[in-house]
DNA sequence: CCCTGATTCGC
DNA sequence: GCGAATCAGG
């Protein structure tokens, strides 16, 4: 591959949104993220300006003042998202196969909250007749959760979503997942069920 | 270990 | 000009 003009462009427009090299380098593909990298030194770019950077590197600059309108939530790259970007989230996370059904109460104490103005959130697919060994499992690593958002999920990440992707509450456990599945141990052990997990299950 | 960008240097 | 290898760091 080498770097056409759309490329290159197509780098210098995601680089200055702040998405990492490695992203950049994915999303055009037959390149590594080294090569992307000394690209953008070559473009003489390798300073950032007009967005926010930060995705995991570093590039903490003196944030003057200036209150945002987004509050806490957290830090990472957001490019453009000036309004909450929860909601979407779950839509693109490409972990809906399985029945997500995250019934375990402990971890969030405000949940019978109200819901905004959103939808009347999609039917529970029914969720389950699964494992109460499972269930308990999983509200343990819900505590241990790494609660990321979106874009800080990886290959390597648990993709399962926890809480309402309608309220604040909400992310995605984030804990390290099963080599070659989107989920970590005891989201693999709920979301993955036998033709007939409980059903007749003798012991 | 995962990931980030920065530099070097043979091609 | 290119990018793998390497470096430096979170």
Redesign the pocket.
């Known amino acids: 591959?080498?770097?056409t003009d759309e490329r290159v462009e197509l780098l210098k427009k995601m680089w200055s949104e702040g998405?990492?090299?490695?992203?950049i380098a994915k999303e055009l593909g037959g390149?590594?993220?080294?090569?992307v990298?000394?690209?953008?030194?070559?473009l003489g770019l390798?300073n950032r300006t007009g967005a926010e950077a930060g995705?995991?590197?570093?590039?903490e600059a003196a944030p003057a003042a200036a209150a945002p309108a987004a509050p806490a939530a957290s830090k990472p790259a957001a490019p453009s998202t000036p309004e909450q970007p929860v909601a979407p989230a779950a839509a693109t996370a490409e972990a809906a196969e399985p029945a997500p059904e995250t019934k375990a109460a402990p971890v969030s104490p405000a949940r019978n909250k109200i819901v905004p103005a959103g939808q009347p959130l999609p039917p529970q697919p029914s969720a389950n007749e699964i494992s109460p060994e499972a269930l308990a499992k999983v509200s343990e690593v819900e505590k241990k959760s790494k609660k990321l958002t979106l874009m800080e999920l990886?290959?390597?990440t648990c993709k399962w979503p926890v809480g309402d992707p309608a309220t604040e509450d909400f992310w995605f456990c984030g804990l390290p997942a099963q080599q070659g599945k989107p989920y970590c141990e005891a989201h693999v052990g709920v979301a993955f069920q036998p033709m007939s997990s409980r059903r007749d299950r003798r012991r």
């Open positions: 591959m080498s770097w998405q990492s090299a490695s992203q390149v590594t993220r080294n090569a990298i000394g690209k953008v030194h070559r390798s995705a995991a590197g570093e590039a990886t290959e390597r």
